[in-house]
Every structure is written in structure tokens, then in C-alpha cells.
């Protein structure tokens, strides 16, 4: 069994920690920050910096000093480490970290999408099972919550295997959670393990783990300094 690490990061922080951990970005983080308005930017930074400090204390360094290196499309892994392997996603007010030792990781949160939509969204790009199970007859905020929570297995999948999010359209991910994808078709090679994380209202989460071995979740909560 491998455990991962998942740290609910709040971006909702005072000015003074978000400020200190905009130090510890790198000059490529700054200049797309700079870009942004200022919410945007300072809810960038506070995710940004929160991943630095708490990958650095995993790998022993600095938060400045944490490197990033891409695969072919943009995945993040620490450069110069082997073993820790990391994702993060973040959604208005809530970020989640994904960290494990030796075993690629995804991790997707998701505000509630639009009822109205997620019908529509569901029958174009999910199996036809899970278009069906969105579109039964419920109330439209379990509608949405369906569609939601189906959306970040497959978007947690697409980061664990490092591929495209078009590529993940026809693998089924439905299911209790955790749930084994036993087949990710065009997403890569071999299974993965898959399960939904608890979140604040109106947020979905889940975290998936390449590998058929069971994973099991440990939710910290980083509230910044």
C-alpha cells in the first residue's frame, strides 16, 4: 500500500504570509503572476509558494530552491529527485498537494459545475453509463455534484498518467470509491488506483495513483504561516 500525502491548502491568506511566500517563487512564477489581476495573483502565489514549502520540507531544502522539471505535457515532478512525486490543482479558494514517495500521482479539485451544463457536458464526453447517471433524474445540484465528482477522477487520472485530458474521454472512472482503473486506454500503460477526496462545500476532489497496489490517503490541512 502507498500512502499519500494530501495537503488542503487554503488561498484565502493575509497579506503578510503571501507576501513572504512570494519570495520563494521562481522568475518564471513571478512573470505569469505579474500577468494576473490582483486576486488572481494572489491566489497564485499563495498556491505556488504553499507547494515550494511543503515539497522543500520533503526534499530538505529551501522553497526557493525547489526546480521544477515538465514531461510533454507540463506535468511538474522536482528536478534532480526520483522519489517524490507530486500534483496540485486549485479551485477558487481551495487548493489541493498530492505527495507520495516512488509512484506517480494526480490530483484534481473542482468548484460544483452548472447544473444546467453538466448534463450537456457529460453525455459528449463521458461512457455512456456515467452520461446516463448524470443525467438521471435528480435534483439539478446532485446533478451537478455527479458530473463534478467524475470530472476531477478523470482530470486526476490525466495528471497521474502525465497525458491529455481528451485522452481520459473514454475511460471509466464511475464507481465507490477507490476505484481500479484497471484499463486507461489511450491515457498509458498498466492500472491505476483512484479515490475521492473530502472537501468544503461546493468543491469535489479525488487523487489517483499509477499502480494496481491500494493507496491510502493522509488530509493535512495548510493554513500558511
Not at 511543503?54 to 521544477?68: E, F, I, Q, T
Request: hydrophobic letters at 45%; proline letters at 8%; a neutral charge.
Amino acid at each position: 500500500m502507498t500512502a499519500i500525502d494530501l495537503w488542503l491548502i487554503d488561498t484565502r491568506q493575509p497579506a503578510v504570509p503571501a507576501g513572504e511566500l512570494w519570495q520563494s517563487l521562481d522568475r518564471g512564477e513571478r512573470a505569469r503572476a505579474s500577468g494576473m489581476d490582483p486576486g488572481a495573483r494572489e491566489r497564485f502565489t499563495v498556491v505556488r509558494g504553499a507547494v515550494r514549502q511543503l515539497v522543500a520540507a520533503r526534499l530538505g531544502v529551501h522553497p526557493a530552491d525547489v526546480v521544477w522539471r515538465y514531461g510533454p505535457n507540463g506535468k511538474p515532478e522536482p528536478a534532480g529527485d526520483g522519489a517524490l512525486r507530486v500534483s496540485w490543482s486549485a479551485s477558487d479558494a481551495v487548493a489541493v498537494l498530492a505527495l507520495a514517495e516512488g509512484r506517480a500521482v494526480g490530483v484534481d479539485v473542482e468548484r460544483l459545475h452548472d447544473p444546467r451544463t453538466a448534463e450537456r457536458m457529460a453525455a459528449r464526453w463521458f461512457p455512456v453509463e456515467e452520461a446516463r447517471f448524470v443525467a438521471e433524474p435528480v435534483e439539478p445540484a446532485e446533478r451537478a455534484a455527479r458530473f463534478t465528482a467524475l470530472w476531477c477522477r478523470r482530470e486526476a487520472c490525466v495528471k497521474a498518467y502525465g497525458g491529455r485530458v481528451v485522452q481520459s474521454f473514454g475511460v471509466p472512472v464511475a464507481g465507490p470509491s477507490p476505484v481500479l482503473v484497471a484499463d486507461p486506454g489511450a491515457l498509458g500503460a498498466g492500472p491505476a488506483r483512484l479515490c475521492d477526496v473530502p472537501v468544503a462545500e461546493p468543491f469535489r476532489a479525488a487523487v489517483a495513483a499509477l499502480g494496481g497496489s491500494p493507496i491510502h490517503v493522509n488530509s493535512h490541512d495548510w493554513q500558511g504561516n
